[in-house]
């Protein structure tokens, strides 16, 4: 059975989307085979993993998130992404009409195709409504990504709050990541980051001893396709290759006998 891993953040810009893409292609690198589900109708996911495929419109009419959901039918709405090893289940804007959907539904749905993959990636939206209750529910690990501001500290707060009053079972596989984090900051006490830092760790006691840094080389990476290497001679492309390969190495025990030098 696959690995369910479901990505949540109820403030956006924080780091979701990016820390799905992060984590697959480096699952993905390493020879596993990966589903990821856009269930963010802001399509940025989808858009990553299908730029460029023909008719990829038209495909992602007939095949995405909203008609599984709906018909029941994870199976028949996979497709190939131009990734090797990662495929998808792509967004739908319709998704905004069965807000009210149970929320067992997208488990149900999932362990029809879950002995294909050895890790399915669930990208959610930055809000808390029943999609994201359900992606919350089918997870085997939750990962929020965190920004250090004031903001990302209410919502993450906040979402603590729904975990515990409604998925109580799930509080134990939630883990938070710092996100663009400025490393050139932590010597500088005066700093945003070195003032909210603290506080995030008097309030959480389950961040993960990783910090995926601020760097344009995420941004090349993710937009314009730029691999990430742990052999680069840029500073802020080894930096982010070697975090990732990191936080995948506390995921994948079975594939981390040796880092991905490239992904």
């Given at each position: 059975m696959a690995i369910k891993i479901?990505?949540?953040?109820?403030?956006?810009?924080?780091?979701?989307?990016?820390?799905?893409?992060?984590?697959?292609?480096?699952?993905?690198?390493?020879?596993?085979?990966?589903?990821?589900?856009?269930?963010?109708?802001?399509?940025?996911?989808?858009?990553?993993?299908?730029?460029?495929?023909?008719?990829?419109?038209?495909?992602?009419?007939?095949?995405?998130?909203?008609?599984?959901?709906?018909?029941?039918?994870?199976?028949?709405?996979?497709?190939?992404?131009?990734?090797?090893?990662?495929?998808?289940?792509?967004?739908?804007?319709?998704?905004?009409?069965?807000?009210?959907?149970?929320?067992?539904?997208?488990?149900?749905?999932?362990?029809?195709?879950?002995?294909?993959?050895?890790?399915?990636?669930?990208d959610t939206?930055?809000?808390?409504?029943?999609?994201?209750?359900?992606?919350?529910?089918?997870?085997?690990?939750?990962?929020?990504?965190?920004?250090?501001?004031?903001?990302?500290?209410?919502?993450?707060?906040?979402?603590r709050t729904k975990l515990y009053d409604e998925l109580e079972e799930k509080v134990p596989s939630w883990y938070l990541i710092y996100n663009k984090w400025e490393y050139a900051h932590e010597n500088f006490p005066t700093a945003r980051q070195s003032q909210l830092a603290p506080v995030f760790q008097s309030n959480f006691d389950n961040f993960l001893p990783v910090k995926i840094p601020r760097t344009p080389t995420m941004d090349a990476y993710t937009i314009s396709d730029d691999p990430l290497s742990i052999n680069s001679r840029a500073i802020g492309n080894k930096r982010l290759a070697n975090v990732i390969n990191d936080l995948v190495d506390m995921i994948d025990t079975e594939h981390k006998t040796k880092p991905v030098e490239k992904f």
């Open positions: 479901t990505i949540s953040t109820l403030k956006g810009g924080d780091g979701k989307t990016t820390l799905t893409i992060l984590l697959s292609n480096n699952l993905a690198a390493r020879g596993c085979k990966i589903l990821v589900v856009d269930l963010d109708p802001n399509n940025s996911t989808t858009m990553y993993y299908t730029s460029g495929i023909d008719d990829i419109e038209n495909i992602c009419i007939e095949k995405n998130i909203f008609l599984a959901l709906t018909r029941k039918d994870a199976a028949s709405n996979v497709i190939g992404s131009r990734k090797e090893n990662i495929d998808i289940i792509p967004s739908s804007l319709d998704l905004s009409s069965i807000r009210t959907i149970d929320t067992k539904t997208l488990s149900k749905v999932l362990s029809q195709v879950d002995g294909r993959y050895d890790y399915i990636i669930i939206a930055p809000t808390y409504d029943n999609h994201t209750i359900s992606a919350l529910y089918a997870a085997d690990l939750i990962f929020t990504p965190v920004a250090p501001i004031k903001f990302t500290l209410s919502t993450t707060s906040y979402l």
